[in-house]
T-cell receptor
């Protein structure tokens, strides 16, 4: 039973390029959360999705960032026209359909480390 | 938004001793408080969850307390081992929210 799978593990992009980060939740989990971890800062919530629905995107920057969780396939976090300040570790977490992550433990992936040069 | 403070300095303890980590918060009292372990280059791993109406939770060598009056949670690791060396994160959430607010973590080193 594989855990939460994220890829790529490391991603290097030049300023202005697009970054696509993928997350496959644990088997049986239908809730996906994206968090960002900047150096020396805590994890910051970005977005909460269920299949084909964005439930809460209150933590997403208003521009350049988008997320989706299609009926088939992984959840995608997309960052357009990346800037140096986007360099961070991006973590995906999932939780089962019987409860949200706040009242169950999240299962996190190993993260994607984005470096913008 | 919630402000969360964890021991800002790294904690070094001798193997076999009890490690105690603190998590203090301001503003509203959370409905749920969780503790995670994070190793370098890895994602956080869930350890324990405690609810606002619970004062204490235990799991093997781990114990979490939750004092809503002091706005503080304590995380204890008894009989600590070098393998317990990691960064420990606390995270808080409201009952109506979808997100956790994470602290910056406390780095623990258990010295053999």
């Amino acid at each position: 039973n594989a855990g939460v799978m994220q890829n790529p593990r490391h991603l290097v992009r030049r300023r202005g390029q697009e970054a696509r980060l993928r997350c496959s939740p644990m088997k049986g989990h239908s809730h996906v959360y994206w968090y960002r971890q900047l150096p020396e800062e805590g994890l910051k919530f970005m977005v909460y999705l269920q299949k084909e629905n964005i439930i809460d995107e209150s933590g997403m920057p208003k521009e350049r960032f988008s997320a989706e969780f299609p009926k088939e396939g992984p959840s995608i976090l997309r960052i357009q026209q990346v800037v140096r300040g986007d360099s961070a570790a991006y973590f995906c977490a999932s939780s089962p359909p019987t409860g949200t992550g706040v009242n169950y433990g999240y299962t996190f992936g190993s993260g994607t480390r984005l470096t913008v040069v | 938004s919630q402000k969360i403070e964890q021991n800002s300095e790294a904690l070094n303890i001798q193997e076999g001793k009890t490690a105690t980590l603190t998590c203090n918060y301001t503003n509203y009292s959370p409905a749920y408080l969780q503790w995670y372990r994070q190793d370098p280059g890895r994602g956080p791993v869930f350890l324990l969850l405690i609810r606002e109406n619970e004062k204490e939770k235990r799991k093997e060598r781990l114990k979490v307390t939750f004092d809503t009056t002091l706005k503080q949670s304590l995380f204890h690791i008894t009989a600590s081992q070098p393998a317990d060396s990691a960064t420990y994160l606390c995270a808080l959430a409201q009952s109506t929210g979808n997100q956790f607010y994470f602290g910056t973590g406390t780095s623990l080193t258990v010295i053999p």
